[in-house]
């Protein structure tokens, strides 16, 4: 239930959310126009602001570039992956495919044919009520073999559903086998929350973030005295809104967790 109520409350909070509820409210406030038009105005304002392209990219690189890639690994006993990178193998699709964090499990395999650890392990069960039906660990591991990495270098934990129980359940099995080094793999703006979850636990932890939207190049372009780039920048799109949901979830994932010790 937690985990339920964790991924539908922020809901209400993420701009789309907070959009609806005021649009709902200006149809209840219909025989009160200027409390109705407080709440249309701030239904617009709160689009723009998600939406626009500097917030999107400064929420993000925020989060994106606390952790960067180092340039050397010290060989460690396992990768660990974490899950939300690929789409189950179901009708009509043929196989596992990635989706826009798919970069982690490419990143993990890459890190295993540098030789940085003999084993990865792949976190990550199933959430029934989003609709999945195939634990992710099965589909990141059938990616993994389809990108070389053997078998029996792949380990499973089926059991979490969110970041907290990745680092918890990773810790019960790598306990077992007395390890407690761990590199990291996850996309670049969630390895603040995770680096942060995954010490509590007790991990010593090496990042190795992917999956980097915002670049030093098009963080340049951002703010390039441009008509045309600046216009396009202005306007709210679905992509930003996006990008800036996923950042505002990191935020207040920190934030609550922080609270909770």
Not at 73 to 79: G, K, M, P, R, S
Not at 136 to 151: D, F, I
Not at 237 to 257: A, C
């Amino acid at each position: 239930m937690f985990s339920f109520i964790s991924k539908f409350i922020p809901l209400f909070i993420y701009p789309l959310g907070l959009t609806w509820i005021l649009l709902v409210v200006a149809l209840v406030l219909r025989k009160k126009p200027g409390w109705q038009r407080a709440a249309i105005i701030l239904a617009i304002a709160l689009i723009w602001i998600g939406g626009n392209t500097w917030v999107a990219s400064a929420l993000e690189r925020n989060l994106e570039w606390q952790y960067l890639p180092p340039e050397e690994f010290a060989e460690e006993d396992v990768i660990v992956v974490l899950s939300g990178g690929t789409d189950a193998p179901l009708y009509p699709r043929s196989t596992v495919e990635v989706n826009g964090s798919g970069d982690r499990v490419i990143y993990g395999a890459h890190l295993y044919h540098r030789g940085v650890a003999s084993h990865l392990l792949v976190s990550g069960g199933s959430v029934p009520y989003l609709g999945e039906s195939v634990p992710e660990c099965q589909q990141m591991a059938e990616l993994l073999v389809m990108l070389g990495v053997p078998e029996d270098a792949i380990w499973q934990e089926t059991f979490s559903r969110n970041t907290y129980e990745n680092a918890l359940y990773s810790y019960e099995f790598l306990q077992e086998k007395g390890i407690n080094h761990i590199v990291l793999v996850t996309s670049a703006f969630h390895m603040p929350r995770s680096v942060m979850l995954f010490e509590q636990q007790g991990f010593k932890v090496i990042p190795a973030p992917t999956d980097y939207h915002i670049t030093v190049e098009s963080w340049g372009r951002l703010w390039e005295p441009d008509f045309l780039t600046q216009l396009y920048n202005f306007f709210p799109t679905v992509s930003n809104m996006s990008n800036t949901t996923h950042s505002l979830k990191e935020y207040l994932g920190l934030l609550v967790y922080r609270l909770r010790g």
